[in-house]
């Protein structure tokens, strides 16, 4: 096939997002090296990673879960390290955010997947990449239907729009909604992902942290940012342009196809992916959101305009609120109650410094946990 190798880090690799990224490796073996792997507490998978890909380095989130037979890194060190030239990060929440400082301090390109790191910090890590001149590339399918979207414009835009597919639950009353039980909440009826990011789509919070992903991916208002429910998950998010002509993506759902542009980027490349059949295809719909059913969207929507601390609030008190309701602390609905309680009662801070983010992060934790 030719081209040149890249040389990946992949932080994350034992979750959904990793393993499908080297599912992705897997099918152009003579295209990418993995140099680094990064896992958490699954270190069984961790090490048949290992096993395949004989990674020069490894990370894991408590070293001496991996016995003695190997030599392990810090996820700074690794997210660093001059021979990687593209990072993958798919760490699940704010632990993504110091391996990617790290690697956009040592001008690495990051394939990022992690929203959570760009809700929280985005002012900081985005001016910090260009300072860098490091690129930040999407993961997530929503940001890279727009990227995709905007190759070959001259950014005459007119509003992004965000598909979303509207969870398991968007027909269930607000009665029913108090009686949601975590099983029922991570079933999705489109996507396979991790825990967090399937109930945080179960609640909508996933589409409104992408809102604030996008506005800092593409220096795009958030104003000018629109939701739409689409239950199928074929359009992955579309732009309109200032003469009203509106360019979408399409493909069917698998996070793969989108992990591959990023991979490969700025080359497409012939993949063996499975096709949209539209012979097969009944009806593609759109319906607005419904804010006062799912007020973590809203929630999400108005700690974005407000900016400063108050995006970090957000992605932290939910990163526990969500816990707390897999744990079977509290229910469904108390994910937004308790987020909102803990905006209400933050200080923010305006143009914040990366200390002032982690500190605003840190209160948030403690404030739901009490
Ligand atoms: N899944 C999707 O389709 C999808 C789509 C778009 C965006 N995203 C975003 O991508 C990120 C990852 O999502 P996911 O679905 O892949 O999550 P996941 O399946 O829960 O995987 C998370 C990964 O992060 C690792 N990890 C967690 N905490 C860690 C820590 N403190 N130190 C080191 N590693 C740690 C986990 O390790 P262990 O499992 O070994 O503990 C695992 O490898 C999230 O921010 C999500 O919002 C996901």
């Not at 990674?55 to 001059?82: I, N």
Request: proline content about 5%; overall charge negative.
């Amino acid at each position: 096939m030719g081209g040149s190798v890249k040389r990946l880090a992949v932080l994350g690799s034992t979750g959904s997002i990793g393993q499908q990224t080297l599912d992705v490796v897997r099918s152009f073996p003579d295209r990418f090296q993995v140099i680094g792997l990064a896992g958490g507490r699954n270190t069984e998978l961790l090490v048949r990673q290992i096993e395949e890909f004989q990674p020069r380095l490894v990370s894991v989130s408590d070293g001496r879960l991996l016995g003695t037979g190997y030599k392990t890194s810090s996820l700074e060190e690794l997210a660093s390290h001059p021979e990687i030239d593209l990072v993958v990060i798919a760490i699940s929440g704010m632990a993504g955010l110091s391996p990617t400082m790290a690697a956009i301090r040592a001008g690495k390109d990051i394939a990022l997947a992690t929203k959570e790191v760009l809700v929280a910090a985005g002012e900081i890590v985005t001016a910090e990449a260009k300072r860098c001149h490091a690129q930040i590339l999407p993961i997530d399918s929503e940001p890279s239907a727009i990227w995709q979207c905007l190759h070959g414009e001259d950014r005459k835009i007119a509003k992004l729009i965000l598909t979303a597919s509207g969870g398991p639950f968007r027909h269930l009353s607000s009665h029913e909604l108090k009686a949601v039980t975590p099983q029922q909440a991570l079933e999705h009826p489109t996507w396979r992902m991790g825990k967090k990011v399937t109930i945080d789509s179960a609640t909508l919070m996933n589409k409104g942290f992408e809102v604030i992903e996008t506005h800092w991916l593409f220096d795009v208002p958030l104003e000018d940012i629109e939701i739409v429910i689409h239950p199928q998950s074929i359009v992955h998010s579309m732009v309109e342009f200032v003469d009203g002509s509106v360019k979408a993506q399409l493909s069917i759902p698998d996070m793969r196809l989108p992990i591959q542009y990023t991979l490969f980027y700025p080359e497409r490349p012939l993949s063996k992916l499975p096709r949209l059949d539209f012979a097969k295809i009944d009806s593609l719909t759109f319906e607005v959101p419904n804010l006062e059913k799912f007020p973590c969207l809203k929630l999400a929507l108005e700690a974005g305009r407000k900016g400063g601390t108050y995006p970090a609030v957000l992605s932290a008190a939910d990163e526990v609120a969500v816990e707390l309701f897999l744990e079977g602390h509290i229910g469904f609905l108390d994910i937004a109650r308790v987020v909102e309680e803990a905006l209400e009662q933050h200080q923010g801070i305006s143009n914040p410094s990366l200390e002032e983010v982690l500190a605003a992060d840190a209160w948030a934790r403690e404030r739901v946990r009490r």
